[in-house]
């Protein structure tokens, strides 16, 4: 589901085209280079169509081993991982491509050339189990995308449905380094590590605090908004990036770095395992009203958001809402 019917740009990471003097290389490269961030301790994707030509100093293929690499040692975590929605989040038929995992979603995108695909006009959702309009969408006839328009739209959604460089030829188009969203994604290129395994030659997130975290994640679920930015906060579509939501919240604000995605989602497991993750701060809760019975704190606190009749996601933006109401919490 590539465009979407919201006023807030997604931000993905920086990506930056070739000059169109180099584009009619046969092999290019699209390159994914994990650092640390300055600011916020976080790493940040970078990605950038480099021609291997000339370009040696690029981000090479063979730095990212794969999934499987990682079985050997770290078999619990490699098993869990497999079964997630971010493992699943990229299929191949064919010459069609299935975005999402199925646990909200499928949208399957076309090649239609060398430089075109089509997102198709509809989408299966699996909630309502029926195939209906691609979000972002006014009919059925699908969207195409160009691989060099400039904002290579199609390239990041790529890029963030799977793991390691994209490779881009004529004959073959875009071609994934691995399907779904796996362990070098967050840990990094892992071909050193595979080699002399080492705490120093691989990345850990989890050594991040909160804003570090929440804009890794950000790179894809699409960053919290920065200073001054105008933010639409009754668009019902907000609840589908996490963290845009999450950084709103008192929890997350006062919390001084230690509530993070990861207090609730184990990176490693396919949903939430920590229900009570809300009594680490509130060791009394105090309610006006008991509480229901197989009633939880996200419940009531972290609301469900409809932005259409097929999808619903959990609002991130932790609070206290009025009745009726799950977009803005009112004591926030």
Known sequence: MLPMPSSEPIRPPTLTTSPLSERSSPNATVSSDAK???????????????L???????????DFVGAEACRACHLPQFT???KTGHATALSRNGETWNFGSGLQAIT???RLSAETYKEHGLTKYTRTKRAALTP???????????????????LKCFQCHSTGPLSLTPAQGIQPKELGVKCETCHGPGGDHAKAPAKANIFQPKMLNGTGINELCGDCHRQPPKPGEDTNWNDPWNARHQPLAFSQSACFRESQGRLTCLTCHDPHGAKPVRQDACQ??????????????AQTCTGCHMPLV??????????????IYAPGNTLMPKSR
């Open 36 to 50: 640390c961030s300055s600011r916020a301790g976080s790493i940040s994707k970078v990605l950038s169509i480099i």
């Open 136 to 154: 972002g969408h006014k009919d059925s006839a699908g969207v195409p995308y160009r691989v060099y328009d400039p904002g290579a739209q199609i």
């Open 52 to 62: 291997l030509a000339t370009s040696p100093a690029g981000l090479r293929a063979n």
């Open 306 to 319: 409809r932005p259409s009749s097929d999808l619903q996601f959990a609002n991130h933006w932790i609070g």
């Open 280 to 293: 680490d701060c509130h060791k009394a809760p105090r309610h006006t009203r008991p509480l229901a019975k």
């Open 80 to 82: 869990a991982q497999s």
């Open 108 to 110: 399957p995108v076309s």
